[in-house]
């Protein structure tokens, strides 16, 4: 049991890395570029937000797999094919959570608007100095409240981890799978355990996001 939470939590934090890292780019471009086409790059973004887990981690299998050509150039770069080991939960997950932390900083960066950025401009700000002086700072809620959703959507996460991780012990077997498991096997104690500890966190993250979002409009108005 306790193999599944530190798996769960170890995901979650690589996950939200890579969302972070991977994530608030996108969402500045998404929220700043005039390009006609990036709404159908923020639609392609937003998928996981309507499609069902197990559709999406379906075609993550098939397209990672050895049998693709995408899935057979990385194993040959790598060294291993990603289904079935933690490094293809990492891949799914930031896929299936990424809708949760671009949204929240993509509506950071346009609530900033254009009057920060020209007037940084003026006193010969470069883009990238704008960007890490101004633009992160007045984001600050939108980046938290991402990090902190990406990390809980990862946690509660069951069809996509199912379907490209499968359910090998210590190395792909999240909570969402041990309570699966558990239920399947008629072990309804460990079960309630592990469901109401996901249900306290679910909370617990949902009025953290909440407070700190106050906290911070009224800091970074």
């Known amino acids: 049991m306790l193999e599944a939470v530190f798996l769960t939590l170890k995901l979650a934090s690589v996950t939200t890395l890579f969302l972070m890292l991977f994530g608030v780019p996108l969402a500045w471009w998404l929220a700043r570029s005039h390009r ?86 003026t006193l010969r700000a470069g883009p990238i100095d704008r960007f890490f002086s101004i633009a992160l700072p007045l984001a600050r809620p939108g980046l938290l409240t991402g990090a902190i959703l990406g990390f809980a959507h990862t946690v509660g996460e069951f069809g996509v981890v199912l379907m490209i991780g499968g359910n090998i012990p210590g190395e792909t077997k999240v909570l969402s799978v041990a309570i699966y498991d558990y239920v399947e096997t008629l072990q309804w104690e460990k079960a309630h355990i592990l469901a109401a500890g996901m249900l306290a966190f679910s909370f617990i993250v949902i009025l953290t996001t909440m407070l700190i979002e106050r906290r911070m409009r009224r800091r970074f108005p």
């Not at 006609?36 to 937003?46: D, F, N, Q, T």
């Not at 094919?81 to 799914?92: K, M, N, R």
């Open 36 to 121: 006609w086409w990036k709404e159908i790059v923020g639609a392609i973004v937003a998928l996981p937000l309507v499609l069902p887990p197990t559709v999406l981690g379906f075609y993550l299998l098939i397209a990672l797999s050895p049998q693709s050509p995408l899935g057979r150039g990385i194993a040959d770069t790598i060294g291993f094919s990603l289904p079935f080991t933690f490094a293809g939960l990492v891949v799914g997950s930031v896929i299936y959570s990424l809708p949760f932390a671009v949204q929240p900083v993509r509506n950071a960066f346009e609530a900033i608007g254009n009057d920060p950025m020209e007037a940084a401009s």
